[in-house]
């Protein structure tokens, strides 16, 4: 089956510093990854979601990028807010059997 | 659209009750799925549904039951609960480009159980 890690359960950064978090898959390469923000007491919410053609996907302060031959995405926040604190959620897609594998998450805490 | 919604927010059971988790959504999305959150985990898959009247296992499918008559709703079944069910459960949404391949996830606001 396949198996996520996100780097460090917690990230602590200075507001308008860049944070990056890491999401790396063990087995194949899932069609599509996903990015979720979950704030405390609340259900996921959908940021971006990257296929395994694409190498980056942009929105708005927001950042993923793709890479296959390391099986890793990386989540990108520039100009962090303290409004960025919550928790960042990989999840991996297999295309064809319904099924995603949600990663542990990281807790980032923007400091003002 | 009211989205994903959840009832109850809140359930306390006795070890051996039985309680149906209620899950709908407005979106007329085809596929619908469960999870279960642990504190400082991710979301692990109970059950999950492409279309209505079909159904199948996640990765921690025992002790819960599901069942997809339409496409609005999807409850989940607690048959004997344990003080290992005691977990937040999330049911989520998502439209369906044919068969099992979806996209975007939207999450309802979660039930939280606590089994005694």
């Known amino acids: 089956s396949q198996k996520i890690e996100q780097n460090s359960e917690a990230l602590n950064i200075q507001e308008g510093k860049t944070a990056t978090l890491t999401c790396n898959y063990t087995?194949?390469?899932?069609?599509?990854l996903q990015w979720y923000r979950q704030d405390p007491g609340r259900g996921p919410v959908f940021l971006l979601l990257?296929?395994?053609?694409?190498k980056e996907k942009r929105k708005e302060r927001l950042k993923v990028t793709f890479d296959t031959t390391l099986k890793q995405s990386l989540f990108h926040i520039t100009a962090s807010q303290p409004a960025d604190s919550a928790t960042y959620l990989c999840?991996?897609?297999?295309?064809?059997?319904?099924?995603?594998?949600f990663g542990d998450g990281t807790t980032l805490t923007v400091k003002p | 659209n009211a989205g994903v919604t959840q009832t109850p927010k809140f359930q306390v059971l006795k070890t051996g009750q039985s309680m149906t988790l209620q899950c709908a959504q407005d979106?007329?999305?085809?596929?619908m799925s469960w999870y279960r959150q642990d504190p400082g985990m991710g979301l692990r898959l109970i059950h999950y549904?492409?279309?209505?009247?079909?159904?199948d296992q996640g990765e921690v499918p025992n002790g819960y039951n599901v069942s997809r008559s339409t496409t609005e709703d999807f409850p989940l079944r607690l048959l004997s609960a344990a003080p290992s069910q005691t977990s937040v459960y999330f049911c989520?949404?998502?439209?369906?480009?044919?068969?099992?391949?979806?996209?975007?996830?939207?999450f309802g606001p979660g039930t939280r159980l606590l089994v005694l």
């Open positions: 989520a949404s998502s439209y369906s480009r044919g068969g099992a391949v979806k996209e975007t996830q939207y």
């Open positions: 087995n194949y390469s899932p069609a599509y």
């Open positions: 990257i296929r395994e053609n694409e």
């Open positions: 999840a991996l897609e297999d295309g064809n059997a319904g099924k995603s594998t």
């Open positions: 979106m007329n999305h085809e596929y």
């Open positions: 549904s492409v279309g209505a009247g079909i159904t």
